[in-house]
T-cell receptor, first 114, second 114 residues
Framework: AQKVTQAQTEISVVEKEDVTLDCVYETRDTTYYLFWYKQPPSGELVFLIRRNSFDEQNEISGRYSWNFQKSTSSFNFTITASQVVDSAVYFCALSDNYGQNFVFGPGTRLSVLP | EAQVTQNPRYLITVTGKKLTVTCSQNMNHEYMSWYRQDPGLGLRQIYYSMNVEATDKGDVPEGYKVSRKEKRNFPLILESPSPNQTSLYFC?????????????FGPGTRLTVT
């Protein structure tokens, strides 16, 4: 069975600090997909990134970066120079190769204090 | 504007009174899905649909029904709601399987069953 663990329930940082959100996954599939979503206080879910299991190249998008390590089954998310607007709940998710079943982690609530 | 809409946004009901939460997308997406979000559990998939007349169970389908008679609509039906179905519900859609295509989420429906 697939499983996603986000061990950090809540994180608080001061603005401009860097912060890393951890995501560890379990799957028996050799082909799978990993995602990060952001849920700001307004409640909507915002897609951030999708990565397939064959692409271990790290990705950077502005202040966001993702570190995918198959050897440790982790897909961690780093926000550099955090801002108050980054305050949200962040979900890591895992999908099988067919893209039919999604499994979300429990989420990490990030609070960025001014 | 491309969007996924859900109605109602908020609903308080009593145990056993049948209800339907509607979901509609205007992007001609093939894939649609329902999730429930509960504190500490993240989002859990209830049902998904790969296309018209093609639905399948997710992780937590008990107590729910869905139908996909038209491509744009994917209603979630609770035949006999119970208090443990109190939750925040999200509908989502993507052009095809949500692997190559981003999954768009609706604004959420907060359901309380007393």
């Amino acid at each position: 069975a697939q499983k996603v663990t986000q061990a950090q329930t809540e994180i608080s940082v001061v603005e401009k600090e860097d912060v890393t959100l951890d995501c560890v996954y379990e799957t028996r599939d050799t082909t799978y997909y990993l995602f990060w979503y952001k849920q700001p206080p307004s409640g909507e879910l915002v897609f951030l990134i999708r990565r397939n299991s064959f692409d271990e190249q790290n990705e950077i998008s502005g202040r966001y970066s993702w570190n995918f390590q198959k050897s440790t089954s982790s897909f961690n998310f780093t926000i550099t120079a955090s801002q108050v607007v980054d305050s949200a709940v962040y979900f890591c998710a895992l999908s099988d190769n067919y893209g039919q079943n999604f499994v979300f982690g429990p989420g990490t609530r990030l609070s960025v204090l001014p | 504007e491309a969007q996924v809409t859900q109605n109602p946004r908020y609903l308080i009901t009593v145990t056993g009174k049948k209800l339907t939460v509607t979901c509609s997308q205007n992007m001609n997406h093939e894939y649609m899905s329902w999730y429930r979000q509960d504190p500490g559990l993240g989002l859990r998939q209830i049902y998904y649909s790969m296309n018209v007349e093609a639905t399948d169970k997710g992780d937590v389908p008990e107590g729910y029904k869905v139908s996909r008679k038209e491509k744009r609509n994917f209603p979630l039906i609770l035949e006999s709601p119970s208090p443990n179905q109190t939750s925040l519900y999200f509908c989502a859609s993507s052009l095809r399987r949500p692997l190559k295509d981003e999954q768009y989420f609706g604004p959420g429906t907060r359901l309380t069953v007393t």
